[in-house]
């Protein structure tokens, strides 16, 4: 391909299996563009990849920039952090006011708060993107969440609404809001896939250890739960997890996996930000935690060594505590996306995003990693703009009503059998303590006037109040 200066629509900084999936996904929809990175093996690769279509790559950034159209349009897809300032350093000394800059990453939405104050005072557009859908959906079509400059954004419209998925033909893709919007968004988005991944993971624990169902068995359940109202993304990768083998052998690859479990810091960040805005979403809390203790193998092998268990088995007839845990799971499904939802709203109000949950639910429908039947029921709720919390809908109402006693039953078994299964007990917990009127906080306040004079308030009575709770010695 000609180098020619000024031909290139849009430029890619990291063309690792994201950058250079999304590259070929513009030139797919007649884009020519162009690609840098400081690896010569990965520009080799986007040019052969990219070898029919206007598509050249760079090892050089100033060649890479001078082939641009202007305003130039790149795009950032490195490892959040560091070495997005460090390209940004080097990056803008060699662009003009006017310039579009975009973060495509998994960067935290404070460092976004601050790149956008430091770009626009030298002239520059900027604006984070969430971007969703793995390897997969940056070539096929992935959900993107930009937000920030909007002017900036109505340039890149057009490119990136041919490249989204679609669902009934609109496109997975829309402006999220001002400053840090749209990593805030991929950040609380991430936070949900922890959760929902919790969940299935300790589903197959149940049917394995409490059911003591094979590979086979599972993967039916899994495929089965795939064609139902539990369609999404992520059951759908797992029914064929439990359907791979590795080449020469005859067992699942699964089963040859070290069960410790790695996170990239999203799933913290969302447990983080959620904690200083008074959120409460337990289940991505647990999520993110079970995690965390997944790393310590050898103490969990002590511990099973010390502790050692009687044979689990639960007391329950299998076809019955299999539609039981159907409902479980839709029932801690729903829990999960509403906690997430509820952060949104709060972030909203806080940070004065102005976010537009229905439209978020709606981009989320295809393309993303979260993607499910049940984001249809999400963005239906939110047409209602009025809506507080997602369980406040009548028809989730009636969802939760139906599927809540599954939840009971299974968790009451797995409880007595000794099966951990913390995310689905945090789920259950948090929906029991949320249509509670009287929780025993009153306590709480009680104590802490006790023990700090933090003072308390009453019903139906204004004012603060300190009580001397015991005899001063």
């Known amino acids: 391909m000609s180098s020619t200066t000024n031909k290139y629509a849009f430029g890619m900084i990291g063309l690792g299996t994201m950058g250079r999936s999304l590259l070929l996904n513009m030139a797919d929809h007649g884009y020519a563009v162009a690609g840098l990175d400081q690896d010569a093996s990965k520009v080799t690769s986007l040019n052969e990849e990219g070898k029919d279509q206007d598509v050249k790559g760079f090892s050089d950034a100033k060649e890479f920039v001078q082939s641009l159209t202007r305003p130039r349009a790149i795009m950032m897809l490195v490892p959040a952090g560091k070495i997005v300032d460090d390209v940004i350093a080097e990056m803008t000394p060699l662009l003009d006011k006017g310039d579009i800059l975009i973060d495509g990453g998994n960067s935290h939405f404070t460092d976004t708060n601050r790149r956008v104050d430091q770009l626009e005072a030298i002239g520059l557009h900027f604006f984070g993107m969430g971007v969703s859908g793995g390897e997969e959906g940056a070539r096929r079509g992935p959900s993107m969440m930009p937000g920030g400059d909007k002017e900036a954004y109505n340039v890149m419209k057009p490119i990136f609404e041919a490249i989204a998925a679609k669902v009934n033909g609109e496109p997975c893709v829309t402006y999220i809001g001002p400053g840090a919007s749209g990593h805030f ?19 197959y624990q149940i049917m394995k250890t409490g059911l003591k169902m094979d590979n086979d068995a599972i993967g039916e359940v899994f495929t089965q739960w795939n064609e139902g109202r539990l369609k999404s993304f992520l059951i759908d990768i797992t029914k064929d997890i439990f359907a791979f083998k590795a080449p020469g052998t005859d067992h699942l690859l699964l089963d040859d996996i070290k069960d410790e479990a790695k996170a990239k810091g999203t799933g913290k960040w969302t447990s983080q930000v959620a904690m200083d805005l008074q959120a409460p979403i337990p289940t991505v809390d647990t999520a993110v935690s079970m995690r965390d203790l997944s790393k310590y193998k050898s103490l969990r092998e002590q511990a099973a060594a010390v502790y050692s268990k009687d044979e689990i088995q639960l007391n329950a007839n299998k076809d019955e505590f299999l539609t039981a845990l159907e409902q479980a ?145």
């Open 329 to 473: 799971f839709y029932f801690s499904m729903i829990v999960t996306y509403a906690q997430g939802m509820h952060l949104l709203s709060l972030a909203s109000a806080e940070y004065k995003y102005d976010l537009k949950l229905d439209q978020i639910a709606k981009i989320w429908r295809g393309g993303c990693i979260i993607r499910s039947e049940f984001l249809n029921d999400i963005y239906n709720a939110y047409q209602n703009t009025g809506l507080a919390h997602l369980l406040l809908d009548g028809h989730v109402e009636d969802l939760v009503k139906a599927a809540a006693p599954g939840a009971r039953k299974v968790l009451s078994a797995t409880i007595a059998a000794g099966i951990a299964a913390p995310a689905f007990t945090a789920s259950l917990s948090y929906f029991d303590n949320f249509r509670t009127a009287r929780m025993p906080s009153n306590l709480t306040q009680a104590q802490r006037d006790y023990f700090g004079a933090h003072t308390y308030e009453l019903i139906g009575k204004e004012g603060v109040f300190h009580t001397q709770w015991a005899a001063k010695s």
């Open 185 to 203: 968004v991929k950040m609380v988005h991430n936070g949900i896939e922890y959760g929902l991944m919790q969940l299935i993971a300790e589903a």
